[in-house]
C-alpha cells in the first residue's frame, strides 16, 4: 500500500469525486432508463454485464472462484441487495423523482442502526442516536405528508413505501453479509454478489412479463447511453474507485458518500430532469441528511466490518 505522502493528490480527489458525483448522477440514469425499459428488465441487464465483467477481472488476475458455502452465502445476501433494493429502486423511479429517491435510500444508515441495535448488538440506543432515527423519520414525513402546506408535490405514497422497504432490505442484507460466509476478495464478493443479481433480476422481469413485447431497436440512445453509463462508470469505474478508497483513507471519511450523493442527486434531476426542488423536498431531504451525518458520525460499541457490496447509493450506488 502506497504512503499518504508517495500518492499523488490528483488519485484521491478523482476517486473521490467518482462516489461523490458519479454515484450521484446514477439515480437520474436510472429514471432516465426506466421511461423506455422496463424496470427489472434494465437492472438485469445493468448487473449481468458488471458482475460479469467484474467476476471475469477477478478470475483473470488469480483470484479463486467462491466455494459452495460462500456461493449460498452469495445468493442469500443478492437476493435482499439486488432484488429487493436495486429491484424495488428501478421500479420505484417510474413514480418518484431521481432526487427524492436519492434522498429516500439516504434512510439506509438508519435501517443499518437499528439492525446494529436488534441484531448485531454492536451499537446502544443513545438520546443522540434515538434524536436522530426521529429527525429521519420526521424527514420521511414530510415528504410523504398530504396535509403540509409545503410547495411540491408529496411523494407517491407506493414509490415512497418501495424506497423505504429497499433501504431496509439493504441493511439486512447487511446484517447477512457479517453473518454468513463470504468471499474474502472485495472483488470477488461484488462481482459474484452483481452477477447473481442480474440471475435473479431476470427471473424477476421474466415473472413479471417484461421481456413480452420488448423490442431493443426501439429503444432510444439516450435510455441506452443510460444503462451504459450505469454499467460502466456506475459499478465498474464507481466500485474500483470505492475500494481504492477504502484501502487509502479512513472508512469514515469515504462514508460521507452517504449524505454528498443524496444533494448530487437532487441537484442533477432540478438542472436536468426538470424535477421540483419545493420547500417539501428542501426540507424533507434536510431532515434526512441530518439523521445520516449524526448516525455514520457515531462510533459504534466495537468494531464491525465495512460492506462492499453494490454501489451503492446506498452504502454504495454503483
Same mark, same amino acid.
Given at each position: ?149 409545503? *410547495? ?155 460492506? *462492499? ?10
Amino acid at each position: 500500500m502506497e504512503s499518504s505522502a508517495d500518492r499523488p493528490v490528483w488519485k484521491t480527489l478523482l476517486a473521490f469525486s467518482m462516489i461523490y458525483f458519479v454515484w450521484g448522477t446514477t439515480f437520474f440514469a436510472i429514471r432516465v432508463g426506466v421511461h423506455e425499459i422496463p424496470p427489472f428488465l434494465m437492472a438485469a441487464i445493468r448487473f449481468l454485464v458488471a458482475g460479469g465483467f467484474l467476476y471475469g477481472w477477478m478470475i483473470a488476475k488469480g483470484e479463486r472462484s467462491p466455494t459452495a458455502r460462500q456461493w449460498m452465502g452469495v445468493c442469500c445476501v443478492s437476493f435482499f441487495i439486488f432484488v429487493m433494493d436495486y429491484g424495488l429502486l428501478f421500479w420505484a423511479e417510474q413514480r418518484v423523482p431521481s432526487g427524492i429517491a436519492a434522498v429516500m435510500l439516504a434512510l439506509i444508515p438508519l435501517f443499518m442502526a437499528l439492525s446494529e441495535f436488534t441484531f448485531l448488538r454492536t451499537q446502544k440506543l443513545t438520546a443522540r442516536l434515538a434524536l436522530a432515527l426521529l429527525t429521519g423519520i420526521c424527514g420521511v414525513a414530510v415528504l410523504m405528508s398530504r396535509s403540509l402546506y409545503l *410547495s411540491g408535490a408529496p411523494v407517491d405514497k407506493a414509490g415512497a413505501i418501495a424506497l423505504i422497504v429497499a433501504s431496509a432490505s439493504w441493511s439486512f442484507g447487511s446484517v447477512l453479509t457479517r453473518k454468513m460466509e463470504m468471499p474474502a476478495s472485495k472483488g470477488m464478493s461484488s462481482g459474484a454478489q452483481m452477477l447473481v443479481g442480474g440471475v435473479f433480476q431476470s427471473i424477476v422481469a421474466g415473472a413479471a412479463g417484461e421481456f413480452r413485447g420488448f423490442h431493443s431497436l426501439a429503444i432510444s440512445r439516450e435510455a441506452w447511453f443510460a444503462v451504459l453509463y450505469l454499467i460502466v462508470f456506475g459499478s465498474i469505474i464507481g466500485f474500483t474507485a470505492y475500494v481504492w478508497l477504502i484501502h487509502h483513507e479512513s472508512p469514515t471519511k469515504v462514508a460521507t458518500y452517504a449524505y454528498v450523493n443524496p444533494v448530487v442527486a437532487v441537484l442533477v434531476g432540478y438542472f436536468l430532469g426538470g424535477e421540483s426542488l419545493g420547500m417539501r423536498t428542501v426540507l424533507g431531504a434536510l431532515f434526512v441528511l441530518t439523521s445520516v451525518v449524526v448516525i455514520t458520525s457515531t462510533k459504534p460499541a466495537q468494531p464491525v466490518a465495512v460492506l *462492499s457490496v453494490g454501489d451503492p447509493a446506498k452504502a454504495s450506488e454503483m
